[in-house]
Antibody, heavy 121, light 108 residues
Framework: EVQLVQSGAEVKKPGESLRISCKGS????????ISWVRQMPGKGLEWMGR????????NYSPSFQGHVTISADKSISTAYLQWSSLKASDTAMYYC??????????????WGQGTMVTVSS | EIVLTQSPGTLSLSPGERATLSCRAS???????LAWYQQKPGQAPRLLIY???SRATGIPDRFSGSGSGTDFTLTISRLEPEDFAVYYC?????????FGQGTKLEIK
């Protein structure tokens, strides 16, 4: 079964660092880009950035550039989303998603279950 | 940045009725990079349509997508109880992706 499994919920204080993970299985991890998507409570989906696991090339939404870091370890088929100093406004559900390629286009075809990050003093 | 505007914000319909959801882009979008997703409460989004009109694996044929340029539509021909959810359109352009703000499809 093709799937992305994310790490568990986190509760952190402002200023703390955090790294959450997304492990792919059932497919060739290096053949598909992985994106991260934020969903703040009661709000819509926001694309944060993506990584090519084969060479760790990344690009970010301007809204998130400099605020988060996306990385990957292809040896263990895992992508990461990292913060160096969390803020209360980072409280959200974070999804990883695989970019699937099809003959008529591409789209996020496999999603992780989500990781809830709560930042509160 | 291409902005996607979905309408209506909320759509109230009954099971068995036809639903038409709109997604309008601030500039032309390649049809290859227009997708639709369904999200139910407490769940991750699910891909419905890619390439503006191709159904993803396992998606019932009551779901269809159409459109080109700046205007795209998701149609659900005959609503089933499990179709009541939030729907998002999404596009890729200029090295990044954007989502519409979503349309909530609720039971009337």
């Amino acid at each position: 079964e093709v799937q992305l499994v994310q790490s568990g919920a986190e509760v952190k204080k402002p200023g703390e660092s955090l790294r959450i993970s997304c492990k792919g299985s059932g497919y060739s991890f290096t053949s598909y880009w992985i994106s991260w998507v934020r969903q703040m409570p009661g709000k819509g989906l926001e694309w944060m950035g993506r990584i090519d696991p084969s060479d760790s090339y990344t690009n970010y939404s301007p809204s998130f550039q400099g605020h988060v870091t996306i990385s990957a370890d292809k040896s263990i088929s895992t992508a990461y989303l990292q913060w160096s100093s969390l803020k209360a406004s980072d409280t959200a559900m974070y999804y990883c998603a695989r970019l699937g390629y099809y003959d008529t286009g591409d789209a996020f075809d496999i999603w992780g279950q989500g990781t809830m990050v709560t930042v509160s003093s | 940045e291409i902005v996607l505007t979905q309408s209506p914000g909320t759509l109230s319909l009954s099971p068995g009725e036809r639903a038409t959801l709109s997604c309008r882009a601030s500039q032309s979008v390649s049809s290859s990079y227009l997708a639709w997703y369904q999200q139910k409460p407490g769940q991750a989004p699910r891909l419905l349509i890619y390439g503006a009109s191709s159904r993803a694996t396992g998606i019932p044929d009551r779901f269809s997508g159409s459109g080109s340029g700046t205007d795209f539509t998701l149609t659900i021909s005959r609503l089933e109880p499990e179709d009541f959810a939030v729907y998002y359109c999404q596009q890729y352009g200029s090295s990044w992706y954007t989502f519409g703000q979503g349309t909530k499809l609720e039971i009337k």
